[in-house]
């Protein structure tokens, strides 16, 4: 009986252990700014090549994305590659705490989260707790890395921002 409760409690504490990786970026390089616009310009079609080989090790479960058709054909080769199904979320002011809220029940995977300039600050905020500088029209190239690890009772984020395809800025 002992045994049984000591390998309960082992089993308890260990599960509460886990880290949580967000992978947040802009959709590529768009032909115009209409939310329907049909088609990333060929520069966008080479970086979502690019994001794919960028995440392709990364283990990702998960692939949200926006309602918007640039942010879907920017994750698209990764979704085929890795055979996943995208998520989609709307992508207005009001709809981004629901996507938060989503995101943050989701614990122990590796995310990728495609959105737009007037989302991804707020998303890597209200992930991190860390702000970022405002994103510029013509920059398509950050990746944010939100990193959540959790031990036992504490829980540590880390926000690292790096870059990925060919410098926009």
Known sequence: M??????IFF????SSCSTTRYYVIRHAEKTSNDCTAPLLQ??????AQTLRDSLLSKHIDSIFVSTCLRTQQTA???A???NLTMIQFD?????????????KKIRGK???????????????LGLSGSSIAPIADTDFDNMYLV?????????NRKLIQSTYGVPTN
């Open 2 to 7: 002992k045994n049984a409760i000591t390998g």
């Open 11 to 14: 089993i308890c504490l260990f």
């Open 42 to 47: 060929p520069q966008g079609f080479n970086r």
């Open 76 to 78: 698209q080769p990764l």
């Open 80 to 82: 085929t590659a890795l």
């Open 91 to 103: 992508p207005s002011a009001a709809q981004t705490q629901v996507l938060l809220s989503r995101l």
């Open 110 to 124: 590796n995310m990728l989260v495609a959105g737009h300039t007037s989302t991804v600050p707020e998303i890597v």
């Open 147 to 155: 990193r959540i690890k959790r031990v036992l009772w504490s829980t």
